[in-house]
């Protein structure tokens, strides 16, 4: 594959009426790579940074959106729920797949479940340590005050309508519903989400090539592994 420009264009996605998610996509061969960030963060990081030139050096393209009430798109945070976070990551699969899902956190989350529902426009799945186990114990990690805490020290009220929601996410079906290649990455030190998550689901994972890797002493961002993340999920695709 040959190298191309990293420099990606933004574009603007119409929410039916009800706002907008703004992204970045650089054109290459595909499937490329689609990152999906996680609570409280936005789409550039070191993370999609060291992902994107990545892909340009592969030749590939690369996809990355800001989730709706987070960066440059529509929506408050709290408000937005994650079933909707699910839907947008189909469109930008019907726009711009096939692709490789990275998902960090909740985009992890969120990313199997995209997977889930559409994976004839997913070539494989990396997951960074996923927020697996969030759904059930996120009315539980409501404060006294009604406030749900980010890993990245930020506070936002929980609406009604994301606890209602996430009632309604079978997570515990999930991995037996995952046919593509996937690399799960785990730190053993995470202080935001257990690892243990991560075994059990990888554990049910359906898919017939899936790899797990729990990192020594890695924390939640796992931002000193990130390129041997990318090595480890190329080599299971087979392109390395």
Not at 128 to 140: K, T
Not at 152 to 160: D, I, Q, S, T, Y
């Amino acid at each position: 594959m040959s190298h191309r420009d990293s420099s990606p264009t933004t574009f603007r996605i119409e929410l039916d009426g009800e706002g907008h998610i703004v992204g970045d996509h650089a054109e290459g061969d595909r499937p490329g790579y689609m990152f999906l960030h996680g609570l409280g963060s936005v789409r550039q990081s070191e993370k999609s940074d060291s992902l994107l030139q990545h892909a340009g050096r592969r030749g590939v393209a690369f996809t990355r959106c800001d989730f709706r009430g987070h960066g440059e798109s529509t929506g408050t945070i709290g408000q937005v729920t994650i079933g909707e976070l699910i839907d947008d990551t189909v469109r930008l699969l019907d726009r711009f797949g096939p692709t490789v899902i990275v998902g960090s956190s909740l985009g992890g989350l969120v990313g199997a479940f995209a997977t889930a529902r559409r994976p004839d426009l997913v070539a494989g799945l990396g997951l960074i340590a996923p927020a697996f186990g969030f759904v059930s114990r996120l009315e539980r990690a409501i404060d006294a005050d009604g406030q749900l805490w980010t890993s990245n020290g930020r506070a936002f009220p929980l609406a009604r309508r994301v606890l209602d929601d996430a009632r309604q996410l079978d997570e515990r079906g999930l991995p037996g519903r995952i046919s593509v290649p996937t690399l799960i990455v785990h730190g053993d030190a995470d202080e935001v989400v257990s690892h243990s998550h991560s075994r059990r689901f990888f554990d049910a994972v359906a898919a017939e090539r899936k790899r797990l890797w729990i990192v020594p002493g890695g924390d939640h961002r796992l931002s000193e592994v990130r390129q041997s993340m990318w090595q480890r999920l190329d080599e299971l695709l087979g392109n390395s």
